[in-house]
C-alpha cells in the first residue's frame, strides 16, 4: 500500500511562489507516472502537469512556463514548484502516482492566491 502526503501550500500574494511536495510512504516504483491536479468547489478535477518515469513533462496550457512539475525517486517525493502564481490557481492541489492498475491519491493541499 502507498500514502501520498502533500504539503507546502497556503495563502500567497499573486505573483509570488510557491512549492507543493508530495511524499509517499510504502513501496515506491521508479516506473510511476507521476502528476499534479487541482479542484475547486463546483469544478471537475484538471491535470495540470505530468511526469514519466524518463523525466519527460507534459504542462497545461494555463500553467506552462509557471509551474515545473520534478521527481525525486530516492526520497519517494514529487515536487510543483509554482511561480507568478495568479488567483485563478486557487484550489486544492493533489499529487498521484499511477502504474498498472496501481493508481494512489494524496489528500490534498489548499493554495490561495490572495491579495
Known amino acids: 500500500q502507498v500514502q501520498l502526503v502533500e504539503s507546502g501550500g497556503g495563502l500567497v500574494q499573486p505573483g509570488g511562489s510557491l512549492r507543493l511536495s508530495c511524499v509517499a510512504s510504502g513501496f515506491w516504483s521508479s516506473g510511476y507516472l507521476l502528476s499534479w491536479h487541482r479542484q475547486v468547489p463546483g469544478k471537475e478535477r484538471e491535470l495540470i502537469a505530468i511526469i514519466n518515469n524518463f523525466g519527460e513533462t507534459t504542462y497545461r496550457d494555463s500553467v506552462k512556463g509557471r509551474f515545473t512539475i520534478s521527481r525525486d525517486d530516492a526520497k519517494k517525493t514529487v515536487f510543483l514548484q509554482m511561480t507568478s502564481l495568479k488567483p485563478d490557481d486557487t484550489a486544492v492541489y493533489y499529487c498521484?502516482?499511477?502504474?498498472?492498475?496501481?493508481?494512489?491519491w494524496g489528500q490534498g493541499t489548499q493554495v490561495t492566491v490572495s491579495a
Open positions: 498521484n502516482a499511477r502504474e498498472y492498475n496501481n493508481d494512489y
